[in-house]
């Protein structure tokens, strides 16, 4: 997972990014924490997560794109 956080090619994260706390925008290892230069996005599902504009959620994340997958 290190490697695709370090790599300069466009990555895509589900529901959110692998290591980010949803609830409060923590990383749950600091060494977890990417400094990357590629475009960024994730895709929420169902629901927006608070952690993912919050903290460090606000630059782990990315542009942010949103699912309901049809569930009202």
Do not use: Y
Not at 29 to 34: T, V
Request: charged letters at 15%; hydrophobic letters at 45%; glycine letters at 8%.
């Amino acid at each position: 997972m290190h490697l695709l956080r370090l790599a300069h090619t466009p990555l895509l994260c589900v529901d959110v990014p692998t290591g980010l706390m949803s609830d409060s925008g923590h990383w749950m290892d600091a060494a977890l924490s990417p400094q990357r230069t590629a475009p960024l996005a994730t895709l929420s599902l169902l629901t927006l997560k608070s952690g993912l504009f919050t903290l460090q959620g606000k630059d782990a994340c990315g542009e942010v794109w949103f699912d309901d997958l049809g569930h009202p």
